[in-house]
């Protein structure tokens, strides 16, 4: 148990006040002065244990919907900016100038209408907001000159740009109870938004339409060229699942009195930010919905306050806490998975298309300098002399005649590509590079585009190395506008589009790594590279099936695994029970998989009599699903992985397995 120090803090403000409303004695005379007393207040927090704690994060939606928290510690955490120049990551900072007046960026970008959307975007259905849900938005952001900031968002499928048809708008400070407005001093702010209240302007409601595919945000909209701005983490909560922290408190203040409850990264200093504020003085409580907050320790104090407001407070509490936020597990499902399936050039042709050797590529057309160095496939691509105002670089990839694609079996195209970025600031940014032919598309016949070929939409590529995977099981005939998961481009004339599965058999398939402009040559945003490329079948079993998972968690706490099979495909979120069954529970220190020949709650599972033909269970981050007694169909795995702390992540596979007898 702490010692008692609101009742020492408060007493010793008392001493102060006595010393302030005694007479003092004039010099020279030793008579009383008729001076007027000066009020003092004071206030401490009285619950210190309970704040002295630690709690789950909560229901995050980068955390448990995209797998990545928004936590700045990758360049693309944040998915897309207008405006800025300089743009980088450090140290789980992400920072940026504006270009011009008010920048604006997107932690969760909807993509675009006529595009292969093929990231987390919000365009695909599974990695949208449910706005039912997810309502709460906070975030720790660094500006000068602060103005007015704005949340926008857009529900269209075909995705459109967040113009103005939904936002909420804000002055960027504080309004005092009397009336008086103040905003908030440079430096470094925590926002905390509730989506469905009014702002200072609005435009619709958060909760009108669900989903929300596309999340802008304008930090500071008439901050000039140059202004600097800094992203610590942005958070998408739900407040209904939110770990509640009891702040409670003694004040000699009155009625007219206000408090603000302050969170800070220490206890060195008071700079810390507000949470709530304008809470009556004489409540004597708060209770603190602590998923607005970061992953990590937080300390709090309060702020007593009258009608100027909090920016000239009476009196401060001392410091209670940490507040310990404790961070979800990290969860992937990597098979099966889109990549890990039975892939078509190791399987029919016995050399995967690792750009080990030039084997792995049957025609380069218009790429420049082309290189294959250690495992890696480079090129350049120019728009031909006085021709077309983009390049038509492409290749072909290596098919055995003898061995076609079966396209009824060989669905998920991946791409392992990278595009040098220009080392001129001023071609640097992502629209600049888009707009200049950063995008990636394929295509394929058999007698010749025209006849029975198809051409996909294109993709936009990101900084680095990435891994890109279109699903040509959505490569259907006759694509529009009206039909936006087909992948197959809407606009394009000249190609059949045929579909994929529709021609069963597949002899000629095509990259066109880049779509380079004349602005774009010689700048470096013209270099390609490739280190793989698969075309895999989904996962498929007979009599057992190894189900495999990457995990960790950001405190090394032990961790509870448990694997369910469903036959509903995922939604992005878990099936409901009735829909799923629960085939493994791995307790945080395993020290056997367990034994799947009994009976486990409400599923079975049985092992194989047939000794000959026995698969022994898996070692690590894995699970053995026999599958022998399971009837043939298409099934989906979901895991969820659960800390002591409450914290649960549910994670399921992008792909199905596919059970045949």
Known sequence: ????????????????????????????TGKPAHTQAVPTYSICITNEDDIETTVSEGDDFATLKLGDSWDMNQRRDIQWEEGFTGVSTNNGLWQGSFSTTGGYLFPLFQGFDISLNWSHLGANDVYAIDTSRYTQLSMRLYTTNRSAYAIYWTYQKPVMWPLGDYFVAYQDGY??????????????????????EDGDARAGVWQANSPVRGLRIDPNLLGPAGTPVKIDWIRLTDPTKSPIIPIRWQTDAGANHFVAVYVNTDDDDYEGSPLAWDIPATRGYYDLSTSVLAPGEWWVYLVLYDQPGLLQPLAHSEYAGPVTINGAPHLTIT?????????????????????????????LYHVQSPLLADGIFSGTSAPPSGSAQQSDAHFWLHIDPAHPID????????????????????????????ENGRVTRSSWWN??????????????????????????????PNPSRDTPDNVLDPVDAYCAQAGWRELGQLYHLRIDPVETTWPAVGTGADRFHFDWIKLTADAESDLAYTIRWEVDDPENDDLNIQVFVTTTPPTGGMPPLD???????????????????????????????????????????????????????????????????????IWYAESPIVVKH
């Open 1 to 28: 148990m702490k010692q008692n120090r609101c009742r020492q803090f408060i007493v010793g403000l008392l001493w102060a006040g006595i010393m302030l409303v005694a007479t003092t004695i004039v010099l020279g």
């Open 175 to 196: 309004r005092a109870p009397s009336g008086a407005f103040s905003t908030w001093p440079d430096g470094w702010h925590i926002y905390n938004i509730d989506l469905r």
């Open 335 to 363: 098979a099966p998975s889109r990549t890990s399936g039975v892939d078509y050039a190791t399987e029919e042709l016995g050399n995967p298309w690792d750009m080990s050797d030039w084997a792995d590529l049957a025609y």
């Open 407 to 434: 396209t009824t079996r060989y669905r998920y195209l991946t791409l392992r590509a990278a595009v040098d970025v220009p080392t001129n600031p001023a071609y640097q940014t992502i629209s600049w590079l888009v």
């Open 447 to 476: 007698g010749d585009l025209r006849t029975d070929g198809s051409v996909t939409k294109s993709g936009f590529q990101y900084e680095g190395w990435n891994t890109y995977t279109i699903d040509l099981h959505h490569a259907a």
């Open 579 to 649: 829909e799923r069954s629960l085939i493994a529970t791995i307790p945080a220190k395993p020290t056997a998989q367990p034994d799947q020949s009994r009976s486990n709650g409400d599923y079975q599972v049985y092992l194989p009599v047939v000794l000959n033909r026995y698969v022994p269970p898996c070692e690590g981050n894995c699970f053995t699903w026999y599958t022998y007694a399971t009837p043939a169909g298409t099934y989906y795995i979901y895991i969820q992985a659960k800390d002591e702390y409450n914290n649960s992540t």
